[in-house]
């Protein structure tokens, strides 16, 4: 059975003969996960008593940024900057040792961090501490990779084949997922390594978050049925980004956008089918509002059809 429900556009009912109104198919995993809902919820409730800083952006998505700070929240990236009593570190998690500094300079720290990322984090100091030397698979520069490697002495950061060519020989290597890469590309790289170096010991940990899983899966089935994807999350959303690779595997016009002013008519010329799917920082109603979008642009290419 396909992963995703459709729902047809309002003017569907007007007549069964030719031209026909777009369908509009929404994947059936789509938008924010637990982690970053509850992510939210806590700075609104700590906005709500007292001024704090939040360190980098708690989610990937401006529309949810934009409301912290009209609530007051003060953004910083970096922690010798901190200027209030109570600091906050994202979803995307910080190293224990970021933790103990901001804890040493007498800061309350609340962590907002996702504990699937915790969970990452922890298989990396694990592995390192059974000799096995720490490779994450993952965006180098990433606010969540940082937080794993910064508590590790040695290690190495993959996302290509080209970065597994230029990984030094090791008798054991542990392999652990920034949770927003898709699971597919994890496994294949962590084969490639292990064909790369046959003599090594090649230990991977699925790290990858169940939420990210399913945003995957239901995107392969959607893209699969859709003429067009709309694929809906801020424009440094790793996930979002993944999101849209995936579905371009199956689909030849797939468009990432943040909000409903990005969606162009033309994108759905000769479309009988268009596919919704959004990253898991993306809010319910900025995916509402760009499906609402969506239905009048249908309208509007069906009136000027008949």
Not at 125 to 145: F, S
Request: aromatic fraction near 4%.
């Amino acid at each position: 059975m396909p992963t995703y429900f459709a729902i047809q556009s309002e003017s569907a009912c007007a007549t069964l003969a030719p031209p026909r109104p777009i369908q509009i198919l929404r994947a059936a995993h789509i938008g924010m996960c637990f982690g970053v809902r509850n992510a939210i919820a806590l700075a609104r409730r700590e906005a709500a008593v007292a001024p704090f800083t939040l360190l980098g952006d708690l989610v990937h998505n401006e529309t949810v940024l934009a409301d912290l700070r009209r609530r007051g929240v003060v953004m910083e990236r970096n922690p010798a900057a901190v200027a209030t009593a109570t600091v906050m570190i994202t979803a995307h998690g910080a190293s224990q040792r970021t933790l103990c500094r901001l804890r040493e300079r007498g800061l309350r720290v609340l962590e907002a961090t996702c504990p699937l990322v915790r969970h990452a984090q922890r298989c990396a100091r694990e592995l390192a501490e059974a000799g096995y030397h720490p490779v994450i698979v993952g965006q180098r520069d990433h606010v969540e990779v940082r937080g794993i490697t910064e508590d590790l002495d040695d290690f190495d950061v993959v996302l290509t084949p080209d970065d597994v060519s230029r990984l030094a020989e090791r008798a054991r290597f542990g392999v652990v997922v920034q949770t927003t890469q898709p699971i597919e590309k994890a496994h294949a790289l962590a084969a490639l390594i292990q064909r790369r170096f046959p003599r090594s010991e090649v230990r991977f940990v699925d790290t990858v978050c169940r939420p990210t899983k399913q945003r995957q899966a239901a995107a392969v089935e959607l893209a699969r049925h859709a003429d067009v994807v709309i694929v809906i999350g801020g424009a440094q959303s790793n996930n979002t980004h993944e999101l849209a690779a995936t579905c371009r595997r199956f689909c030849g016009r797939v468009h990432h956008v943040q909000a409903p002013e990005d969606l162009q008519p033309e994108w759905f010329a000769g479309a009988a089918t268009v596919g919704i799917t959004a990253g898991t920082s993306t809010p319910d109603a900025v995916i509402e509002a760009v499906e609402h979008r969506l239905r009048e642009l249908a309208n509007e290419l069906l009136a000027h059809a008949l």
